[in-house]
């Protein structure tokens, strides 16, 4: 393994041996992708959950130091309207 550490792990600063060599590409059966993708080097842990996530979410579930989730794709950092903002676009709209 060129990289021996996690390159998840060590993106949040965290240094872990890496175990697994992960398709960075999900090859889905294609040989070709299997033998000529680019890999990059994963712990367990990170290959198991935190790829998988982002593979089927398409966002990372790790939390700040304040609690908030880090990935601005997370749902919980997505604007969402208020009460106060739809009163103000259903009056605008003519509607309730």
Partial sequence: MI???CTMCSQRGVLTPAT????????H???????LGKLQSLCK?????GKR???TCGYHNDIAD???????????N???????DRKKFYSRAGGR
Avoid at 20 to 27: F, V, Y
């Fill in 45 to 49: 842990p990170c290959h198991d959950r």
């Fill in 29 to 35: 059966g294609d040989a070709n992708l299997f033998w």
């Fill in 78 to 84: 997505q604007v969402r309207s208020t009460s106060r």
């Fill in 3 to 5: 990289e021996p550490l």
């Fill in 53 to 55: 996530l982002l593979e």
């Fill in 66 to 76: 304040d609690g908030w989730p880090i990935d601005p794709k997370h749902p919980a």
């Fill in 20 to 27: 697994i060599a992960d398709h960075i590409t999900p090859h």
